[in-house]
């Protein structure tokens, strides 16, 4: 169960990234609010994974779920460039979350 409040922190990451770029500065009201819902929904899942899990793997598994999927997001929603290096890169942090994952991040 915890794993999954740590998926669902991450998601709610990708929103809240994506929703900040929308706030223009935060003069925009509804992705503001909505950067707003989300940051407290991604903080307080996380906040509650981390009674079970090491804070190092869940933290990490954390922001590899929303750097991929903001860096994701961009390329498909933003039109944001999509090299091959970017690419590479977004595998990598893949690779690494599921090492982390492997190398045991439970209690």
Same mark, same amino acid.
């Given at each position: 169960?915890?794993?999954?409040?740590?998926?669902?922190?991450?998601?709610?990451?990708? =929103?809240?990234?994506?929703?900040?770029? /929308? #706030?223009?500065?935060?003069?925009?009201?509804? &992705?503001?609010?909505?950067? *707003?819902?989300?940051? =407290?929904?991604?903080?307080? /899942?996380?906040?509650?994974? /981390?009674?079970?899990?090491?804070?190092?793997?869940?933290?990490? =598994?954390? #922001?590899?779920? *929303?750097?991929?999927? #903001?860096?994701?997001? %961009?390329?498909?929603?933003?039109?944001?460039? #999509?090299? &091959?290096?970017?690419?590479?890169?977004? %595998?990598?942090? /893949?690779? *690494? =979350?599921?090492?982390?994952?492997?190398?045991? %991040?439970?209690?």
């Amino acid at each position: 169960m915890a794993w999954l409040l740590v998926i669902a922190a991450g998601l709610f990451e990708v =929103v809240m990234a994506y929703s900040l770029k /929308l #706030t223009n500065g935060f003069s925009a009201l509804w &992705p503001s609010v909505a950067f *707003g819902v989300s940051a =407290v929904l991604s903080f307080g /899942l996380l906040a509650l994974a /981390l009674k079970n899990l090491e804070v190092g793997t869940a933290y990490a =598994v954390w #922001t590899g779920i *929303g750097a991929v999927g #903001t860096a994701t997001l %961009g390329m498909i929603a933003l039109g944001e460039n #999509t090299s &091959p290096l970017k690419l590479i890169s977004i %595998g990598l942090i /893949l690779l *690494g =979350v599921v090492g982390l994952n492997l190398a045991g %991040g439970g209690h």
